[in-house]
């Protein structure tokens, strides 16, 4: 794949991608001259492979370098050693950033139920040095079919879910929906999980509740988790705090200062973490991996 974006496109991407305040002034400023080549498979500046969608939200502001920002270079920033599971990998940018610096040994487990990302998410898995599994099942409480949401909207290729609410746009259809204790058993039995990243539309609990047996044994040593609250109760990270045991950290990912902003992480308690008002990424980490982030010099995990 040799399309990469004109000079003018790789100057924005990088002043957003950086974190500055502003590229969505500069991307306006270009009218028409931003528009992204539709359908095409361009190489953004970072590295990441991306088939262009324009009315897509997704593509769009992956495009433009703005999109989950301070969750990429968080990502960008791990080396991971064991199986990496994405729950809701969409096109495939969270699993791509978090193999960016891991070895070609480490595996992945991709897992996508909504027909409209698996182009995308194909495109990106096949350009990783690492060996992995793209599924296309959604992942719940049971083994079962069950009707998903808001696929194929033009707008919004993330906004697909098993839970129905009145923001849903797009068709609905019939996937397959498995346990991920399941899935694990039947494919990578007994192996280690380096990275657990769940991000699935408001059905993050009933994901938690089938992969209890994952959870019990220990053998995560991370997990991210996209808390959303918009979509309603969010106790049931009580119930993963309960299953965790008290044998891993959490941390809210956030971004910080006015001029640059940067990604940080603050530790955050089960009670803080049930009233955070917005959507959020809950990073929670394994405390003898931790131990080695911070004796490593880690960024983001250091010293106080």
């Known amino acids: 794949m040799n399309n990469r974006m004109n000079f003018a496109h790789r100057s924005i991407f990088r002043f957003a991608w950086f974190g500055f305040r502003g590229s969505q002034f500069f991307w306006s400023m270009f009218g028409n001259f931003s528009k992204c080549p539709e359908s095409t498979e361009i190489v953004l500046p970072n590295g990441f492979p991306l088939i262009i969608s324009n009315k897509d939200w997704i593509s769009r502001t992956i495009y433009q370098g703005t999109y989950e920002r301070s969750l990429l270079h968080f ?7 064991n199986l990496v599971i994405d729950v809701g990998a969409n096109v495939g940018v ?3 950033h978090a193999l960016n610096k891991s070895p070609s040994t480490t595996s992945f487990l991709a897992i996508e139920p909504s027909s409209q990302c698996i182009q995308g998410l194909e495109c990106v898995t096949s350009s990783l040095v690492q060996n992995g599994l793209n599924l ?10 069950k009707m998903m949401y ?6 919004h290729s993330g906004g697909a879910s098993l839970l129905f609410h009145p923001g849903i746009r797009g068709i609905s259809e019939m996937v397959e929906v498995r346990k991920l204790d399941s899935i694990l058993l039947e494919y990578f039995k007994g192996a280690g999980v380096a990275l657990l990243k769940i991000d699935t539309e408001g059905n993050e609990s009933n994901v938690i509740s089938g992969a209890t047996e994952l959870l019990k044994s220990g053998v995560v040593e ?9 979509f309603g109760d969010v106790t049931y990270l009580k119930y993963l705090h309960q299953v965790l045991g008290d044998h891993y950290n959490w941390f809210l990912l956030d971004e910080t200062d006015n001029f640059r902003r940067k990604p940080i992480l603050r530790k955050i308690s089960l009670q803080e973490s049930l009233i955070v008002p917005i959507q ?7 405390s003898d991996i931790l131990s080695g982030y911070k004796l490593s010099g880690h960024r983001f995990f250091r010293h106080p």
């Open 75 to 81: 990502l960008d920033s791990l080396l991971l050693n």
């Open 280 to 286: 959020w990424n809950l990073v929670i980490v394994r």
């Open 222 to 230: 991370m997990i991210i988790l996209e808390v959303s609250p918009n």
């Open 136 to 145: 296309t099942c959604a992942v719940g409480n049971a083994d079962e079919q």
């Open 150 to 155: 808001g696929i194929k909207n033009d707008l």
């Open 94 to 96: 969270t699993l791509w």
